[in-house]
């Protein structure tokens, strides 16, 4: 992988090798927060939970619940002693309620007893009163009445609205789409251990370390110093744990601090889901103009999402939904307008792909959309729409924020895919089939997927590392990166044993500590393996030049004469073993230890115009999915998927063949089962497993191929991998669109209006509505 490799030397990064954990995850001996020992007399916390979705309290007793069997200590907002929030960005997240609640499930009061049991018991008899107030609970309600936790922003690019009425074609709809629950397997837990002098240790299982240390900090009234926030592992995040785990290591700490005990607070499956925040539901309304290949001439699209009672990271969700409109297209003329809607329910939040997904499925429905209505096939249209078609080429490589693409493997990887899967053919064999089956119909869909990798927010695209070699040999890793079972601490792993030429083994990587790497970026973005793998290669090689000069000296060798490589040394003719050699620096008083530093380049973004280089670069891929539905019944069946992925030059082909599958098999989730449902009182009704269906192994297809791209990324990151977290997911949105391929096929040229998620009742309903409405070609379609 490196560019200095001999002949012969051992590779380490690039190599499939098992998670680092993967042993202790099969064996049940893997240590999550629920599991660390806490020192004699821990006790354990609940929360109370508010039981309308907006009012003011009138009042509060909770005089039972302090005189219940076990309880030790009750917490209100009065007893917080420093800054009531916990709100990543804008104050508008209480951790406890002062006067106005703004969503069922939102915290009121904590207890601490001397177990959960008995928190969880006493939490229930409080009694409330409360000034009921009107409650905003869906989007369009949201949008009539001006209602927005932020203002909202316009992307435009060119004169759209000039344009559209002199287009060939033109066509109006609207795109709806569902929230997700991320389901993590390990819920919300931290647990606060008092520490001398009024400092704190703090267990969350977080995906942003710096952010829960800084929290806690503001709620306990002291500085940052004073508090050490540790995460070995999460049993999975996906965004979930980005933002909110805070509220709960806040009151732990509060707790904790007010009791003189270490607090441990963990969430049961039922609360979490009622008190957390989701993946944003969006509504998107469209008015497209197109020529008769189905170029797309001009397009307004409104995007509106439920952002739930505050901004939370609803901000930068948004945004990337309007960066991802474009998804593989070039889009001339276009206006995105934005809206950030403000509902009385939880404040939605990060969720794998950061909005990308949801901008990414409003536009393959309106490519879906112009296809059917031209009578051709979809992916006809989706190629002559790419970046980069054309005669124009260099023209149509800008995106609407104005970065240039430069690094489209598109072509290759449909060119590729629609050979490989036999798509042809297999489409002529569907229509045949849906021909002939009047009860079952299949459908077929290719999607691409163009992801942009980086924050944002440009400040949070950097990363530190901590490298200790020991005089055995043996290496210590630490870094800002958190592991939540995507196989980051296994990457960055194989990063530093690579660049000191040691086997895997000799390197071990320790939970991410706030004391050792300051100032972390969340492990979100897809950015984990990009940042901490440059930063402690940096760190690597630091340590690297220094053992290579001390060798030179020593030895009087040219830096050239001197190898690391599989747990030895090189020196000119002769060598020993790496043990050794660091034995005998350090003799020499060698520093062994190192700091290793990166921050992402090239990347420059105006908040105020939304326009600049917001992507370091592009993840690509695209996915082929085939299903049967059943139209009696509204059942759903994927049967087969063939899948060409982007990851550059792999770290971990094992590793990222899995984030693939997972990922594909999470947004399939999301688009055709999770459906999230809450009542006219702003209850959230499916917060268990039993009614809410998630996907599993019996829903992967018998047929299934997944392949990964054998290019390198253009860009200098880490050995010229790429990004793996987040594009994987959106390669289901070739599921919706093939269920919609087969809802299709019940009236042949009818754009159905199916709502994702595509379950039974949603499939049914598009089926029914169907024998109500004309065809695509004569509904709101307008041909000069």
């Given at each position: ?8 030397q ?5 190599v ?19 599991d ?9 916390a ?7 979705a907006?009012?003011r ?15 030790v ?23 406890l ?26 939490a ?9 107030l009107?409650?905003?609970l ?6 009539a ?32 789409m ?7 397997l390990?819920?919300?837990i ?16 977080t ?27 999460m ?5 979930g744990?980005?933002s ?5 290591a ?17 969430a049961?499956r ?16 469209y ?5 008769d ?18 901004a ?7 945004d ?8 593989a ?8 307008i934005?809206h950030?809607?403000?509902?009385h ?21 309106i ?15 989706r ?6 078609s ?15 693409v ?21 489409r ?54 958190t ?20 086997p ?17 970026s ?12 440059k ?15 001390f ?56 908040r105020?115009?939304?326009?600049g ?24 069946r ?8 982007d990851?550059?030059?792999s ?9 693939i ?5 999470q947004?399939m ?11 006219a009182?702003?209850?959230?009704k ?18 299934a ?33 093939a ?21 039974p ?5 598009a ?18």
């Open positions: 992988m490196k560019q200095d490799r001999l002949p012969g051992t590779t380490i990064a690039g499939s090798t098992r998670h680092d954990s993967a042993h202790l995850h099969v064996s049940g001996r893997a240590i999550y927060t629920d660390i020992n806490l020192p004699a007399g821990a006790l354990h609940a929360l109370g939970m508010s039981t309308v907006h009012g309290l009138r009042s509060m007793d909770l005089d039972a619940v302090r005189k219940a069997p076990g309880v200590c009750v917490i209100t907002a009065a007893d917080i002693p420093g800054h009531n929030s916990y709100g990543p960005i804008l104050d508008d997240d209480p951790i309620v002062t006067d106005l609640v703004q969503c069922v499930g939102q915290p009121l009061f904590a207890v601490c007893a001397t177990s959960t049991e008995a928190a969880r018991r006493a229930r008899l409080a009694t409330v009163d409360y000034e009921p009107p409650a905003i869906d989007i369009r309600t949201a949008v009445e001006k209602s927005f936790v932020i203002p909202t922003q316009r992307l435009a690019r060119g004169d759209p609205h000039a344009v559209l009425p002199g287009c060939a074609h033109r066509l109006s709809g609207s795109v709806e569902g929230g997700q629950d991320h389901f993590y390990e819920g919300q931290a647990a606060a251990v008092p520490q001398e002098d009024g400092a704190m240790l703090v267990y969350s299982s995906q942003h370390p710096t952010e829960v240390q800084h929290k806690v900090a503001e709620a306990l009234g002291r500085h940052a110093h004073d508090v050490v926030v540790q995460c070995r592992r049993g999975g995040g996906f965004g744990k980005e909110q785990p805070a509220l709960f806040c009151v732990a700490a509060v707790l904790a601090a007010k009791t003189g005990k270490p607090v441990k607070l963990r049961d039922d609360a979490d889901m009622i008190m957390t925040g989701k993946r944003h539901d969006f509504i998107a309304d008015d497209v103009g197109f020529d290949t189905g170029r797309i001439q001009a397009l307004a699209v409104v995007l509106a999402s439920r952002c739930g009672y505050s939370d990271l609803s901000g930068p969700v948004n990337r939904a309007m960066f991802h409109v474009d998804n297209y070039y889009l001339e003329h276009v206006d995105i934005s950030r809607c403000k509902t329910t939880v404040s939605n939040t990060a969720f794998r792909g950061f909005g990308g997904p949801q901008g990414m499925v409003v536009i393959e429905n490519i879906d959309d112009i296809a059917r209505t031209l009578g051709l096939d979809p992916l006809e249209v190629k002559v729409n790419y970046y980069g054309g005669n124009e080429t260099a023209a149509r490589n800008v995106t609407p924020y104005l970065q240039t430069e690094d489209n493997i598109l072509g290759i990887i449909t060119g590729d895919l629609e050979q490989s899967s036999g798509y042809r053919e297999r002529r064999a569907i229509d045949a089939f849906n021909a002939t089956s009047p009860t079952l119909k299949k459908g077929l869909a290719l999607t691409p997927v163009k992801f942009g990798i980086s924050f944002n927010a440009t400040l949070y695209n950097q990363a530190g590392a901590l490298v200790h070699i020991y005089t055995d040999g043996t290496v210590l890793l630490n870094h800002g990166g592991e939540m079972g995507q196989g980051l601490f296994t990457k960055v792993a194989q990063v530093v044993a690579e660049e000191l030429g040691l895997l083994a000799r390197v071990r990587v320790s939970a991410t500590d706030t004391s050792k790497v300051p100032n972390t969340a492990t979100a973005a897809s950015s984990g393996s990009d940042l901490n793998g930063a402690a290669q940096a760190a690597a090689r630091t340590l690297r030049a220094r053992l290579v000069a060798a030179c000296e020593r030895y009087k060798l040219e830096p050239e004469a001197v190898h690391f490589d599989n747990g030895r040394v090189v020196l000119g003719a002769n060598g020993m073993e790496f043990a050794a050699f660091v034995r005998e620096a350090y003799s020499s008083r060698i520093s062994l230890s190192a700091a290793g530093y990166y921050r992402t380049p090239k990347i420059h973004y105006d105020v115009s939304l326009t280089r917001p992507f370091f670069y592009f993840a690509y891929g695209a996915a082929v999915s085939e299903v049967v539905v059943d139209t009696l019944t509204g059942e759903m994927l049967l087969a998927v063939d899948i060409l992925h990851v550059g030059r770290l971990n082909p094992a590793v990222d063949i899995g984030q599958e997972g990922g594909f098999l947004g989730g999301w688009l055709t089962s999770e459906e999230l449902c809450w009542d009182r702003g209850e959230l499916t917060h268990a497993p039993s009614t809410y269906k998630i996907p599993t192994a019996r829903d992967w297809p018998v047929k191929t997944v392949r990964l791209v054998d290019l390198p990324n253009v860009e200098d990151t880490i050995y010229r991998s790429k990004a793996v977290g987040e594009p994987p997911l959106m390669l289901a949105i070739s599921v919706l669109l269920v919609r391929d087969a809802v299709a096929a019940c009236k042949p040229g009818s754009r159905p209006p199916l709502i994702a998620p595509a379950t009742e949603n499939i049914l309903r089926i029914e509505s169907l024998q109500r409405e004309p065809s695509a070609a004569d509904s709101k379609a307008v041909t000069a």
